[in-house]
């Protein structure tokens, strides 16, 4: 059964840069996209991007385009996520989650599986 | 960006009783509907996909149904681990991906 398991938490300083790691134990990430889903204390989930990592494929939420980074390296099975210009509302639970990806459809499923989470506290 | 709307916010239901949560897309998803549950300092866990699905290791109590724009989450008779946050999420359309804002399930 394949886990997710991330990195660490992190405490950063206002405009800084976190990356967070994600690595697929116990499987690959052959036809399957990896998503980061953030949640601040207290609030719902938010997407912010993905990866399809057999394509190369990268996708972001418009409100984190130019400040969030995706990339993933198969040969580890390890995606990695680096936010850019840290605020204090940066502060948040930070999960990667799978789904299937169907290229024929160009569609995904639910995610069916999710990292343990990462919190990033932002604060000067 | 499809936006998806949960109500209500906070359900109160006691033990053993039904809970029903409601989840509206702002433009038809087909049946691409998953529903999650968030414990306290855990994790989303899958329940449904395809909008009444149940994931693997799911209780038979959970039920989902609808489809385009509507969608219902029904747990059957509550039990104590079910009180939680729960949420829907399209993924028809990419990107982005969109949760709904949760409703919270708590003993009444």
């Known amino acids: 059964q394949v886990q997710l398991v991330q990195s660490g938490a992190a405490v950063k300083n206002p405009w800084s840069s976190v990356m967070v790691s994600c690595k697929a134990s116990?499987?690959?990430?052959?036809?399957?996209?990896l998503s980061w889903v953030r949640q601040a204390p207290g609030q719902g989930l938010e997407w912010m991007g993905g990866?399809?990592?057999?394509?190369?494929?990268?996708n972001y939420a418009q409100r984190f385009q130019g400040r969030v980074t995706i990339t993933a390296d198969e040969s580890t099975s390890t995606a990695y996520m680096e936010l850019n210009n840290l605020r204090i509302e940066d502060t948040a639970v930070y999960y990667c989650?799978?789904?299937?990806?169907?290229?024929?459809?160009?569609?995904?499923?639910?995610?069916?599986?999710w990292g343990q989470g990462t919190v990033v506290t932002v604060s000067s | 960006e499809i936006v998806m709307t949960q109500s209500p916010a906070i359900l109160s239901v006691s033990p053993g009783e039904r809970a029903t949560l409601s989840c509206r897309a702002s433009q038809s998803v087909s049946n691409n509907l998953a529903w999650y549950q968030q414990r306290p300092g855990q994790a989303p866990r899958l329940l449904i996909y395809g909008a009444s699905t149940r994931a693997t290791g799911i209780p038979t109590r959970f039920s989902g149904s609808g489809s385009g724009t509507e969608f219902t989450l029904t747990i059957s008779s509550l039990q104590s681990e079910d009180f939680a946050v729960y949420y829907c999420?399209?993924?028809?359309?990419?990107?982005?991906?969109?949760f709904g804002g949760g409703t919270k399930v708590e003993i009444k």
């Open positions: 116990g499987g690959t990430f052959s036809n399957y996209a």
């Open positions: 990866i399809i990592p057999m394509f190369g494929a990268v």
């Open positions: 989650a799978r789904a299937d990806y169907y290229p024929y459809s160009s569609t995904f499923s639910a995610f069916d599986i």
């Open positions: 999420q399209q993924y028809n359309f990419w990107p982005p991906l969109t």
